[in-house]
């Protein structure tokens, strides 16, 4: 059974860093891609970043610059750290786990079975 269970969220100022962890069991972390949504109120949910098991990453482009993803398979972990974060990155993020690529998740071609429970992130101006 895939679990997928995140943290490092918070309320934070405009510029700040946070960095979102997520630990992943009950399946093959290795094979699988990662990734990060975000869902705020009111606003579409978007795929934030993902990370192919060959390691291949895709961002949205509002966050190129600011957010950097990654994954440690021997812990089965997880990461996005972000940079400079703005009051429009604030929603709840989610990771996820799937086949495929990562590329689709964040281009709104596909969504990713594997979903956990959420970590809110609040940046106010």
């Known amino acids: 059974q895939v679990q997928l269970v995140e943290s490092g969220g918070g309320s934070v100022e405009t510029g700040a860093s946070l960095r979102l962890s997520c630990a992943g069991s009950?399946?093959?972390?290795?094979?699988?891609?990662m990734g990060w949504f975000r869902e705020a109120p009111g606003k579409t949910r978007e795929g934030v970043a993902a990370?192919?098991?060959?390691?291949?990453?895709s961002y949205l482009d509002s966050v190129k610059g600011r957010f950097t993803i990654s994954r440690d398979n021997a812990k089965n972990t997880l990461y996005l750290q972000m940079n400079n974060l703005k009051p429009e990155d604030s929603g709840m993020y989610y990771c996820?786990?799937?086949?495929?690529?990562?590329?689709?998740?964040?281009?709104?071609?596909?969504?990713?079975?594997?979903w956990g429970q959420g970590t809110q992130v609040t940046v106010s101006s």
């Open positions: 996820t786990a799937d086949y495929g690529n990562g590329a689709f998740w964040v281009a709104q071609r596909a969504v990713p079975r594997y």
């Open positions: 990370i192919n098991s060959d390691g291949t990453i």
């Open positions: 009950g399946y093959s972390f290795v094979t699988y891609c």
